[in-house]
């Protein structure tokens, strides 16, 4: 383990909110791994293994898996040497179980910050209406970007569109979003390390909030070293 202090970059949001698409692009900026927990789950599924065939019908729902089989898929991404030097969260953690979880896989050395970002319900459905997931990147798309091609512009693999995108299950996502996240807004709040940002703006403009927040929480940790 390197001295330094990992860069812990929790994405929090409802269903569509964006999370996976800021991901990357922090990811572009930092080189830190992108750690989706749908992305882990639904590879579970597609594999056939115990773990996929005892979420499946879950995640298809719109529920949260129990938090023992997260924690430990999380525990052993997490432990995965492109780790090493930090890594952004997408999708977890969802409730205060996890939240805790987490803190155990934290080192006193690591910087934290948590950004919420901020949806309207019904900027979700027309998202998700019209969005194309490929399997093997997970880089998703808005109907109007993948119209011409039904392939990932990043590795060529072809577009699905997710079994969970139909409205009735994005409502039921957002319902489980609503109830779980206050007390794990109010959670990060107390320790400072809590941001939100308007996830209604285009891509670049969202991320553009992020980049400030994390120059902050650098400048931030600089100062507290110094
Ligand atoms: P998960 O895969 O994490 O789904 P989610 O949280 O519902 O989030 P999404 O992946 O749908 O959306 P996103 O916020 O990443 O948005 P995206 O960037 O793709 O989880 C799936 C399921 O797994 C859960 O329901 C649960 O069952 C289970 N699960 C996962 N984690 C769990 C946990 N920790 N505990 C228990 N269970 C868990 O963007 C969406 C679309 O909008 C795209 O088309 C994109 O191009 C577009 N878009 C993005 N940003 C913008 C923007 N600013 N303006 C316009 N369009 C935009």
Not at 219 to 226: H, P
Request: glycine residues 10%.
């Amino acid at each position: 383990m390197k001295n330094e202090s990992r860069l812990i970059v929790v994405l929090l949001g409802g269903p569509g909110s964006g999370k996976g698409t800021q991901a990357q692009i922090i990811n572009s900026w930092l080189g830190i791994p992108q750690i989706s927990t749908g992305q882990l789950l639904r590879s579970e599924i597609d594999r056939g293994t115990e773990c996929g065939k005892s979420v499946r019908a879950i995640l298809e729902a719109g529920g949260l898996v129990d938090d023992d089989t997260i924690g430990g898929l999380i525990s052993n991404r997490i432990g995965m040497s492109d780790c090493i030097d930090g890594f952004i969260l997408d999708g977890y953690p969802r409730d205060i179980g996890q939240a805790v979880a987490l803190d155990r896989e934290l080192l006193v050395s690591d910087c934290l910050v948590v950004i919420a970002l901020s949806t309207h319900l019904d900027t979700i459905v027309r998202r998700l209406a019209g969005r194309w997931n490929c399997t093997y990147c997970g880089t998703s798309y808005a109907s109007s970007s993948s119209a011409h091609s039904n392939t990932c512009e990043k590795c060529g693999t072809v577009l699905i569109r997710r079994t969970d995108d139909h409205e009735i299950v994005i409502r039921s996502r957002f319902a489980t979003f609503q109830r779980e996240t206050p007390p794990l807004a109010d959670f990060y709040r107390k320790r400072g390390v809590y941001e939100t940002v308007n996830g209604m703006r285009p891509p670049a403009k969202v991320a553009e909030a992020i980049a400030k927040i994390l120059r902050n929480t650098a400048a931030a940790t600089v100062s507290n070293a110094s």
